[in-house]
């Protein structure tokens, strides 16, 4: 196969912060915002997310694996037995690694889009080659112990929802949807 008929996959990172940009504390979110999980999973569904098994733990056992997307979740402990590994990530392909969750992804349905859903190493990890970031932000600075990576010069806001201010949510929240994509260097 010629590396150019290969497909190529889009990386995104999805995420909501606090403005101190806390994103956990104690391995949950420090805030109820209904309309995040819904714009997450509108998002996010039908593609592959791949996650770290903090992450994977973090959500309620009833919606895991998260439904009609391919969970892939990275866990260096748990790849070492795959019994553990299907008894503790059942539903979910684990891998050792970040590199192989990208290469699990390859594998699965959804191809033009994979979405990379947390933890902050795992975000991490995700900065050289995700080109596109969809955060929430949350006008409120909660306590937390999990931050969301730095976005530098190389990413720039393309969208904002609302364009001017914040959204109230029924839990009495403020917010806003931002798009962040990485800008083209055109020094050659």
Do not use: K
Request: no cysteine; proline share 7%.
């Amino acid at each position: 196969m010629n590396p150019d008929d290969e497909p190529t996959i889009r990386v995104g990172m999805i995420w909501a912060q606090g403005l101190n940009g806390v994103i956990g504390r104690d391995g949950t979110m420090p805030w109820h915002l209904p309309e995040d999980l819904r714009h997450f999973r509108e998002l996010t569904v039908n593609h592959p997310v791949v996650m770290g098994r903090r992450t994977w733990e973090s959500f309620p056992e009833q919606f895991r694996p998260l439904p009609d997307r391919t969970n892939i979740v990275v866990s260096r402990t748990l790849t070492m037995d795959d019994e553990i590994a299907t008894q503790q990530a059942p539903g979910a392909v684990v891998v050792p690694d970040f590199q192989s969750g990208l290469n699990a992804a390859l594998e699965s349905d959804g191809l033009d889009q994979v979405w990379v859903i947390g933890g902050s190493s795992i975000y991490e990890q995700a900065l050289d080659v995700a080109t596109v970031v969809e955060r929430t932000l949350i006008n409120a600075e909660p306590e937390g112990d999990t931050y969301a990576p730095e976005l530098d010069e190389s990413w720039q806001r393309t969208r904002v929802e609302p364009a001017e201010g914040w959204v109230r949510s029924r839990e009495g929240l403020e917010y806003r949807y931002e798009r962040w994509e990485r800008v083209e260097n055109n020094d050659d």
